[in-house]
Each structure stands twice: as C-alpha cells, then as structure tokens.
T-cell receptor, first 114, second 110 residues
Framework: DAGVIQSPRHEVTEMGQEVTLRCKPI?????LFWYRQTMMRGLELLIY????????DSGMPEDRFSAKMPNASFSTLKIQPSEPRDSAVYFC????????????FGPGTRLLVL | EDQVTQSPEALRLQEGESSSLNCSYT??????LFWYRQDPGKGPEFLFT???AGEEKEKERLKATLTKKESFLHITAPKPEDSATYLC???????????FGTGTSLTVIP
C-alpha cells in the first residue's frame, strides 16, 4: 500500500494568496483527519471526516480555512487568504473504523507564508 | 484542560542507558492509547496501540505498557537511531477524535 499521500510537500507563498493542500488517504480507510503542527502548539486537529462527511471542524482556526472531501480517495484543505501565522506543517491522516483504528499519517506539507 | 500530558519534554540518554517516557490522560472511557515516533521532517509513524490496563506491547528495544491513568514507553539499551520525538495519543469511546500530547524529544548520544 502506498500509504497516505500528500501534495505538495513544500509550499512557499505570499500573504494573501490562496493555498490548497491535497490528501489521498489509504484505500479502504473511511476516516480522514487534517492536523497542523507547530513548535509552539504541537499537533492540533483541524477537522476530521467520517465516510466523506465532516464530523468536527471545531479546530479550524477561522473562516479562512475550509476543507472538503468530495469522495473517499481525496480531500483538500484550503486557506484563503493565507497569513504568515498559518506557516506550519500540515498533516493528513486516515484510519479505518474498527477494532484496530490505528491512524496513519502522510509525510506532511510544509507551508511557509511570507 | 489538556487531555494528554507527556513527560519529560526532552530526554538525553547515553547509548545503552535505559529509561522510560510517560503519557498520562485525564478522561475515563479510554478506547485506545497510541504511541508514535516522529523523525524530523516526517509524519508520525505508528508504533503501538494499547486498549486495556495491564496490556503490554514490544518492538525491538521498545516496550509500551498501560495502566488506568497512564502509559509508559520503556526504552531498553537505546541506540542513536532511536533518537526522535515520541508522541502519545488517546481516543475515547465518545467521539472519533485522537488527542495528542506534545511529545518527548529523545536524544541518544553515542
């Protein structure tokens, strides 16, 4: 299995620009999570989906952030407009609801907003 | 209130010097406790899942144990390649969220 795939791996953009991060979960997994990791705050859950439906988006910082999951194999996290404080590593993770429920992470997207 | 607390924040060990990392959680109704290893520039890598008090899991030099309120990750005779940040996460029967601790940064000196 290819594991969780994220793109791009690195993104450098200027303040005010739109940023779109992409994630392909592991085939057969029905829950998908978006996290943000910074030195100051560690790993923070932004939003998670179950069977393509957003279940809890209470971690989304503000309206500038939005996430979609149009099908079981693809999700996006969009920031519009981006700000320097959004600079962080964004991880996508997936799991299959069931006995094991182990969460598997992608390699992350390192975002720098200038 | 933090759901998961890890200690120490950082740990430096000589190669071969065994030690333990701690993960404590504050809410009852545990569905599972997870240990991850994270190397710089990479995503967290799954190590263990523990479900009930008294359970133990082992992998090479690592052994994870679970009590009713905390988990320990024991590292026996560590090597420099064990240097990484170790993250703990918990999941409860209510809800689907994973709550992560802030991690323990382990450095093993040759």
């Amino acid at each position: 299995d290819a594991g969780v795939i994220q793109s791009p791996r690195h993104e450098v953009t200027e303040m005010g620009q739109e940023v779109t991060l992409r994630c392909k979960p592991i085939s057969g997994h029905n829950s998908l999570f978006w996290y943000r990791q910074t030195m100051m705050r560690g790993l923070e859950l932004l939003i998670y989906f179950n069977n393509n439906v957003p279940i809890d988006d209470s971690g989304m910082p503000e309206d500038r952030f939005s996430a979609k999951m149009p099908n079981a194999s693809f999700s996006t996290l969009k920031i519009q407009p981006s700000e320097p404080r959004d600079s962080a590593v964004y991880f996508c993770a997936s799991t299959r609801t069931g006995a094991a429920e182990t969460q598997y992470f992608g390699p992350g997207t390192r975002l720098l907003v200038l | 209130e933090d759901q998961v607390t890890q200690s120490p924040e950082a740990l430096r060990l000589q190669e071969g010097e065994s030690s333990s990392l701690n993960c404590s959680y504050t809410v009852s109704g545990l569905r599972g406790l997870f240990w991850y290893r994270q190397d710089p520039g990479k995503g967290p890598e799954f190590l263990f899942t523990l479900y009930s008090a008294g359970e133990e899991k082992e992998k090479e030099r690592l052994k994870a144990t679970l009590t009713k309120k905390e988990s320990f990750l024991h590292i026996t005779a560590p090597k420099p390649e064990d240097s990484a940040t170790y993250l703990c996460a918990v999941r409860y029967h209510t809800g689907n969220q994973f709550y992560f601790g802030t991690g323990t940064s382990l450095t093993v000196i040759p």
